[in-house]
């Protein structure tokens, strides 16, 4: 079953949505202010879209046919929840259409969770 799971990953790696291609372009190779994220990442019997493990923090984007899956995702969030998680989620609209206000609530819920990833020396400020 694992080995199911890391193959189901690997190709929705090789196959994402234009609206995941764009938001892994701001949030890949820690640009987004020093964290780091993953993609297509397995925790327990789900596939999340991007994660920042620092900060247990899971961003989904959802298409179209998310509107008939509703119950499901509340459920999936939940679980994830119970996890220890916090999870975003967004329309792959407002992805694509408004990217900059998506990264605003991404960076916005960095800022509430644990230290940074890389916190300046002790009486070092900016």
């Not at 992805?95 to 605003?104: C, G, Q, R």
Request: aromatic share 8%; charged share 30%.
């Amino acid at each position: 079953m694992k080995r199911l799971h890391v193959d189901r990953a690997r190709g929705l790696r090789r196959n994402m949505t234009d609206a995941e291609h764009l938001l892994w372009r701001h949030l890949r190779n820690r640009h987004f202010s020093g964290w780091k994220f993953r993609r297509q990442h397995e925790i327990d019997r789900y596939i999340v879209d991007f994660i920042c493990p620092n900060a247990l923090l899971i961003v989904e984007l959802d298409g179209g046919q998310h509107a008939e899956l509703m119950a499901e995702d509340a459920d999936r969030t939940s679980r994830l929840e119970g996890m220890g998680y916090r999870v975003l989620r967004f329309w792959n609209n407002d992805v694509l259409t408004n990217t900059e206000a998506v990264l605003e609530v991404i960076l916005e819920a960095l800022a509430r969770a644990a230290p940074h990833p890389s916190p300046l020396p002790r009486g070092e400020r900016e």
